[in-house]
């Protein structure tokens, strides 16, 4: 599901072309109409539907809709790739523990809109090193904290300039998708949250982390 210009729907599009990703995408969903993301499933022959908001159609019934649309694909995962849209319980409880998203941050950062541009900003205010994308499981609807699945750090130069950094984040959600994707065609998605670790290096640049000495 997408709503924008599908560079993380291309990358796994490729990964199947490959074979290194021994699934298929069933159909490609976005709420716009007018994305890139929906012209990249049309050039690989996938199905590619818009599922867009009536007027003063409220969210449940939205989701309900769009739940509606996408059983049926019967997907084995749901994945929310630039998916803009906050989704409700009538989305989301048609498949329990099958909706996994990705986030252009570490778990406990910068949840919703704009993430890098927000990690860049700390970045050159000296207050932070480094970022990172994470892959979670969307069990409600909170924002950007469900049970993670996978995460990926990246370093933040700012010798550099922010055209750089969000790049390589790009290049970082891609290959975090697609290797989690790997992984979910052995497992399921709450048996990979069971598995995850949390690097202890992430905690040191959590918003309310504090360093304690005795």
Same mark, same amino acid.
């Given at each position: 599901? *997408?709503s924008?210009?599908?560079?993380?729907?291309q =990358?796994?599009?490729? #990964?199947?072309?490959? &074979?290194?990703?021994? $699934? %298929?995408?069933?159909?490609?969903?976005?709420?716009?109409?007018? *994305?890139?993301?929906?012209?990249?499933?049309?050039? =690989?022959g996938?199905p #590619?539907?818009?599922? &867009?908001?009536?007027? $003063? %159609?409220?969210?449940?019934?939205?989701?309900?809709?769009?739940?509606?649309?996408?059983?049926?694909?019967?997907?084995?995962?749901?994945?929310? #790739?630039?998916?803009?849209?906050?989704?409700?319980?009538?989305?989301?409880?048609?498949?329990?523990?099958?909706?996994?998203?990705?986030?252009?941050?570490?778990?406990?950062?910068?949840?919703g809109?704009?993430?890098?541009?927000?990690?860049?900003?700390?970045?050159?205010?000296?207050?932070?090193?480094?970022?990172?994308?994470?892959?979670?499981?969307?069990?409600?609807?909170?924002?950007?904290?469900?049970?993670?699945?996978?995460?990926?750090?990246?370093?933040?130069?700012?010798?550099?300039?922010?055209?750089?950094?969000?790049?390589?984040?790009?290049?970082?959600?891609?290959?975090?998708?697609?290797?989690t994707l790997?992984?979910?065609?052995?497992?399921?998605?709450?048996?990979?949250?069971?598995?995850?670790?949390?690097?202890?290096?992430?905690?040191?640049?959590?918003?309310?982390?504090?360093e304690?000495?005795?």
């Amino acid at each position: 599901m *997408v709503s924008g210009n599908g560079s993380n729907l291309q =990358a796994i599009l490729d #990964a199947c072309r490959s &074979g290194s990703l021994h $699934g %298929e995408v069933a159909a490609v969903i976005s709420n716009k109409s007018n *994305v890139f993301a929906l012209q990249r499933a049309d050039a =690989a022959g996938v199905p #590619a539907v818009h599922v &867009g908001l009536h007027p $003063g %159609e409220a969210r449940e019934i939205y989701d309900a809709r769009l739940a509606d649309v996408v059983a049926g694909f019967a997907p084995d995962v749901i994945v929310l #790739a630039g998916w803009m849209r906050l989704l409700t319980v009538s989305f989301l409880g048609w498949f329990p523990e099958r909706v996994v998203n990705l986030h252009p941050a570490l778990p406990g950062h910068f949840p919703g809109i704009d993430a890098i541009e927000r990690a860049w900003d700390e970045a050159t205010a000296g207050a932070r090193g480094h970022s990172g994308v994470m892959i979670h499981l969307v069990p409600d609807a909170g924002v950007d904290d469900g049970p993670v699945l996978a995460t990926a750090s990246v370093e933040i130069s700012i010798k550099g300039t922010f055209e750089e950094f969000a790049s390589s984040m790009h290049q970082a959600e891609h290959r975090l998708l697609v290797d989690t994707l790997i992984k979910l065609c052995d497992q399921s998605p709450t048996e990979l949250a069971a598995d995850y670790r949390p690097d202890p290096s992430f905690e040191q640049h959590r918003p309310d982390h504090k360093e304690v000495s005795a």
